[in-house]
């Protein structure tokens, strides 16, 4: 594997998890400030964990297989270059001795171009990320300086220092022309994205733009929204049992606790969290959400009045939507999707089986609010 695609795959590998974490924060601060799943953030912030991660991975790793091996041997070599342009100083004494075609294919300038290259998504980013006001041009790109000039400072420290201090010594070099040319790169970028936002924003329209207002959320939560919190509830139950059981099964092993013994008390402890997140949560909530709910912004009222569910309602949705799933994974989350999804599709009112049996409905947050019966954002 060459090192380049090695440090690909690292970003990726650190992406995944930090993606799977990150999700429900950023869908909730994503519904709180538009009141609808708004592309534009989602692009962002996915092209933005991204570059960070690849930026990670591809100024970090591989790290040397021997530590002490290296050390020893490198020990001699300063990896702290102090000098400013000593890089520029490199490529003009390589075109004065080999001409313009071989210098433009040599290592000393690939490596500034590159350099220069790495951060031009950063000011892309910078130039996407920032609201775009009349008059702010010269404030965005100072930011996109002053964002370029701080990531590579730290970059170049965390190099200069071994990752400061975790591996035995450096092993990359700390380039202070690096500021310079990774600046330059943030600058390019930011300019290049503010040419892409005039031009392609004329095609795309607003819907990709951060500066967007917020929506109205009166009206009934679309099937797309709901299927997303139950899907969300999903995860979270799963994720925490998880959890849990890695935890125990450790614990478990190290006082000699065979696995076999251990799967009925783990079903029981995925139970018992499902137990909570579908049914003590939403019976602790004022607005009877699930995690999943409360991460979109909807509640769940009374069908005949502008109230909340009674706790009898939350019991009954619990039992008929949720137990089944618990109890018969597999078969029950196909059966249950299937039974709501009929039900929705022939209903004019677009309820579930669930709602229909619980005599409930599930309404937005601002919906609520507007009945005077929750405070606006908040359960």
Partial sequence: MTTWLYQGVTAFVIFVPLAAVLVGPFVAFVYRRYRYAAPGPALLA???????CALVAFTTFPLPDDPQRYCRLGRRIDYWQT???ASLD??????????????LTSGVFLQVAFNVLFF??????????????????????????????AVSLLIEATQGTGLWGLYPCPYRLADVDDLLTNTTGAIVGW????????????????RLSLDVPRRSDLEPPTGRRRVGAGVSDLVLAVFIG??????????????????????????WVQIAVSTVVFLVVPLLRRDRATPGQAMVLLGVQRSDRPERA?????????????????LWPAAGVLTVAVVELVTVL????????????????????DAMAADSRLPSGKS
Avoid: C, K, M, N
């Fill in 83 to 85: 000098r400013p342009l």
């Fill in 346 to 365: 022939v209903r004019r009112d677009d309820r579930s089986l669930t709602s229909v049996i619980a005599h409930t409905a599930t309404r937005t947050h």
């Fill in 310 to 326: 009674r706790a009898w309602s939350v019991l009954v949705r619990f039992v008929v939507r949720w137990l089944p799933i618990i």
């Fill in 191 to 206: 300019l290049i994205g503010r040419l892409v936002a005039r031009t392609v924003g004329r095609w795309l329209g607003p």
């Fill in 242 to 267: 998880a959890v849990l059981a890695v935890g125990i099964s450790l614990v478990a092993r190290g006082r000699g606790v065979t696995t076999e013994s251990l799967q009925q008390p783990l079903q």
């Fill in 46 to 52: 996915v092209a933005g964990g991204l570059y960070a």
């Fill in 90 to 103: 490199d490529v003009i004494a390589r075109y004065e001795a080999t001409g313009l075609t071989s210098t």
């Fill in 120 to 149: 031009v998504p950063l000011g892309v980013l910078v130039a996407t990320a920032l609201p775009r006001r009349r008059g702010g041009g010269g404030r965005g790109l100072a930011t996109a300086a002053a964002a370029g000039l």
